[in-house]
């Protein structure tokens, strides 16, 4: 059986989006290349939830690490590139509630090599990435979600920012990083923090 249809994790996810083993195989049997196989779940994944329009998201961040190939399936693809202080990034990491336990360097590492390649893919297709500050958006979820829109080349309608819940960013990184380790983060991040305006 192919890791498609026999990992868990993937499982729970079609569950969650409401798409049984039986649609999936279907799926995946008719699906002739990557792109056709994420528009046919996509279509799926709406019927099954009533959802009406034609744009999607996905908010997975290993994304970053397929943004090459995403961009080659869609042509005019547009990116968000939403991003923490990497004090509260490192900290997430090396607590492993979401991701597997990373070590201090391992985590810094983490964070250095996504910035790095939203920053040659920004410098290379310009006008197809959005830095969104999560920060930001949580402080004026309204105002970023204009800006948001306007991106992505959508009205932005009267109402905006009804019903949204946000929460502060948190910064866990105060109980849960030494001084010692917020001194090494920002020693070996510096300029890569500053850009993104973080000191």
Do not use: C
């Not at 994420?38 to 290993?62: C, I, M, S």
């Amino acid at each position: 059986m192919r890791i498609q249809e026999s990992n868990g994790t993937l499982k729970q996810h079609r569950h969650m989006d409401g798409i049984g083993d039986h649609e999936y195989a279907e799926i995946l049997s008719k699906a002739t290349s990557r792109r056709d196989l994420q528009d046919r779940y996509a279509e799926f994944f709406l019927e099954a939830n009533g959802v009406e329009g034609k744009r999607w998201f996905d908010k997975t961040p290993q994304n970053v690490y397929g943004m090459l190939l995403l961009s080659a399936m869609y042509p005019g693809v547009k990116f968000l590139h939403i991003h923490r202080h990497p004090f509260n990034v490192v900290a997430s990491l090396k607590a492993g509630k979401v991701m597997a336990r990373h070590s201090l360097l391992g985590a810094i590492n983490t964070w250095l090599e996504a910035i790095a390649i939203v920053q040659q893919f920004e410098s290379a297709w310009p006008g197809q990435l959005l830095n969104v500050s999560y920060e930001r958006l949580t402080q004026d979820p309204q105002g970023e979600m204009a800006r948001i829109l306007t991106f992505l080349g959508e009205e932005t309608p009267d109402e905006i920012g009804t019903g949204i819940r946000v929460h502060a960013e948190k910064n866990k990184y105060l109980k849960q990083l030494t001084a010692e380790e917020v001194a090494a983060i920002r020693d070996l991040l510096g300029d890569r923090m500053s850009r993104y305006g973080y000191e």
